[in-house]
């Protein structure tokens, strides 16, 4: 009898999967596992909030699997240690999983695929975590695209797969025929659990549907950069951990009109970070442009700590910081801030605060996080780089005019006047008294001068680059 692993990890869903689907197809049993990788769950690199909602969502699709006739099995340990243990005690000729693209996914993958195949047995990536994979988007000479526009285009024109059904049953093992282990409990994450996207497939569904239906989708042109409105998918932890279908997200938001036009441009964006990352490994730990690892970069880590506990004094930078840790999630138009700022303003290593991402966001992607950070702080593929130097006042008064976003995130700035929300040491003092915000006491002085720091910032970066 043919017995198959389904090996799940950023793909927690039954629906539109294609990895489950190749598994189905090759006959006889399939075991879904997940395995505990501690690299990934307590390593340097992971994240409460991250922990949690896998956890979480992964209950669901357990429940879902049970029901269906192939109960989840649970191991915990290194992927190359356990998946082959447990393909030589199914007696499984082969393991299906859904292909990631990072470094380290593609060395545990290769150690996983080496250790079956001394075995006699095989390990099958499917796709099911991009649209496109990284070997459908090239120039005319094989080469990858780098430079997003003509990504795009190329991109769009990738013949998309049929999207999978839903299985109703899946043939597995009898019941206890494999040991495994109980989920553990979810860690406490470190933002308010109220402010966390709701787990599991079934949310996720409901998310996108809300989305597809809502004013915002059509307005999403104009409206995708107002940190004072609601008016972002809030599906990018989805995306993450793979709760929904890339393609199934396309399909349902694809379609006229500007708004739909450039939130599928958006996608477009995550794939090309994905693409970027597994045709050039080395900007997980450097700058794309290499030259660009010679910057001069500050030793400032009273700096560093204003920028992750959000008192620099720029009200826009420090609600962003604060959303962060409160909610696990920051609006892209203020990632951008807050990543110029410590790059630019601070002249802080943009990997700094890359680290402090993944540790905080639900949706922290390696790809997404990474290229977000190189894209800002002017070291990643951009043609133009490093002249992009966000202000802090002007990007707060266009991101947020009505001063909603600040003052929910500081609220120490509530009763400021809206003519200096976005520089409140520029109130004379009879208003600071008035406003109940004495600058240097209620609220923190700027701690950089925004024009003396771009000079520095721009004199860095040409020193850097000749």
């Given at each position: ?33 997940f ?19 896998l ?96 990504f ?32 553990p ?84 964006w995550?794939?090309?970070y ?61 990632r ?16 700094a ?73 520029a ?40």
């Amino acid at each position: 009898m043919t017995v198959t692993l389904l090996w799940l990890r950023r793909d927690l869903r039954l629906r539109d999967h294609p990895a489950l689907a190749a598994a189905l197809g090759r006959g006889g049993s399939v075991v879904p596992v997940f395995v505990l990788d501690p690299r990934l769950v307590g390593g340097p690199r992971s994240s409460a909030n991250r922990t949690w909602f896998l956890l979480e969502s992964l209950r669901e699709v357990a429940a879902g699997l049970a029901a269906r006739g192939a109960p989840l099995v649970v191991r915990t340990g290194h992927p190359e240690d356990v998946i082959p243990a447990l393909a030589e005690e199914a007696g499984a000729s082969a393991v299906v999983a859904s292909r990631d693209v990072s470094p380290f996914a593609r060395a545990r993958d290769r150690a996983v695929g080496e250790a079956l195949a001394a075995a006699g047995r095989r390990l099958h990536l499917e796709r099911g975590l991009l649209v496109a994979e990284p070997e459908e988007v090239h120039t005319d000479d094989g080469r990858p695209v780098t430079v997003f526009t003509p990504f795009s285009r190329r991109w769009a024109a990738v013949p998309r797969r049929t999207r999978v059904p839903t299985p109703d049953a899946i043939p597995s093992l009898p019941a206890g025929t494999l040991a495994g282990e109980a989920l553990p409990a979810s860690p406490v994450p470190t933002a308010d659990p109220a402010l966390l996207p709701r787990p599991g497939e079934t949310a996720a569904h409901e998310r996108l549907a809300r989305w597809v239906a809502s004013a915002e989708l059509p307005a999403y042109a104009d409206g995708r950069d107002r940190l004072d409105q609601d008016g972002t998918s809030r599906l990018s932890a989805d995306l993450k951990f793979g709760t929904l279908s890339p393609l199934e997200v396309l399909l349902a938001t694809e379609g006229p009109g500007d708004g739909r036009r450039v939130f599928v441009a958006e996608l477009c964006w995550r794939e090309f970070y994905a693409h970027i990352l597994w045709h050039f490994p080395h900007v997980v730990r450097g700058a794309y442009r290499p030259a660009y690892d010679a910057i001069a970069w500050a030793d400032d880590p009273g700096g560093l700590a204003a920028w992750r506990e959000g008192r620099t004094g720029y009200p826009v930078v420090d609600a962003a910081m604060r959303q962060l840790a409160a909610s696990g999630w920051m609006h892209n138009r203020a990632r951008m801030i807050a990543a110029s700022f410590l790059a630019k303003d601070l002249l802080v290593d943009w990997r700094a605060g890359e680290a402090h991402f993944m540790t905080h966001l639900v949706d922290a992607d390696v790809g997404s996080n990474n290229g977000g950070w190189q894209w800002t702080a002017g070291t990643g593929t951009d043609a133009a780089p490093y002249f992009r130097i966000f202000n802090p006042v002007s990007q707060g008064r266009k991101s947020d005019p009505s001063g909603a976003y600040v003052r929910r995130w500081v609220p120490e700035l509530a009763r400021v006047p809206d003519a200096f929300l976005h520089e409140p040491w520029a109130m004379p003092p009879d208003v600071q008294a008035a406003a109940g915000c004495v600058i240097g006491r209620d609220y923190p002085a700027p701690i950089v001068d925004h024009a003396l720091a771009r000079q520095r910032a721009l004199a860095a970066y040409a020193a850097a680059t000749g």
